[in-house]
């Protein structure tokens, strides 16, 4: 079967859209959303995690966002939908591993519900934050980047079943980590 990737501001089907600023593949002058890229949800009134199925095609290590993959919202109902001039295909079903037929049977929601333990804030005595890049390390290897937006405040991780550390690399750091995968 033969699938799109989604794109930054392609819509869903909640009545929401997809931010996607981390990749490096652009289609048509827009970042390809990747695995862990967010999308809004008009029923939940927020932003939150897209669940990037492309076992194939990846950037930065994570998935590419396919027509179809769930937005990891607490309704459950959202998905996010192609926009009509994508020109990046990504064909299903062929591939001989046990990798694929993996990634067909895994669930569209978490088995478990987010657990969010806390959250980072990042302060400063002098100067503002905002635009201050950031990387993000879980315990079981799942990696978020960006910059640090107006308040100050970091995304908030899912712990998942079982709370867990998590390592902020800063500034230099954080962008060679960024790129390092």
């Given at each position: 079967m033969r699938r799109t990737a989604v794109r930054d501001r392609d819509p869903t089907t909640t009545g929401g859209f997809v931010i996607a600023v981390a990749s490096t593949i652009f289609d048509n002058g827009k970042h390809v959303a990747i695995d862990g890229?967010?999308?809004t949800c008009a029923n939940c009134k927020g932003a939150?995690?897209?669940?990037?199925?492309?076992?194939?095609?990846?950037?930065h290590g994570q998935r590419v966002v396919l027509d179809g993959d769930p937005v990891l919202c607490p309704c459950g109902k959202n998905k996010v939908?192609?926009?009509c001039d994508s020109k990046i295909f990504y064909e299903e079903g062929n591939a001989l591993t046990d990798?694929?037929?993996?990634?067909?049977?895994?669930?569209?929601?978490?088995?478990a519900p987010?657990?969010?333990d806390e959250t980072v804030k990042c302060m400063?005595?002098?100067?503002?934050?905002a635009g201050y890049p950031y990387y993000i390390e879980t315990a079981d290897g799942r990696a978020y980047s960006?910059?640090?937006?107006?308040?100050g405040m970091l995304p908030?991780?899912?712990?998942?079943?079982?709370?867990?550390?998590?390592?902020?690399?800063w500034g230099d750091e954080a962008i060679g980590k960024q790129y390092e995968a």
């Open positions: 890229d967010e999308a939150f995690k897209i669940l990037g199925s492309a076992t194939r095609m990846t950037c939908i192609t926009g990798t694929a037929s993996t990634i067909e049977a895994r669930p569209f929601m978490p088995i987010s657990q969010y400063a005595r002098v100067s503002t934050l960006g910059r640090v937006n107006n308040s908030r991780i899912d712990t998942r079943t079982a709370a867990g550390d998590y390592v902020v690399y």
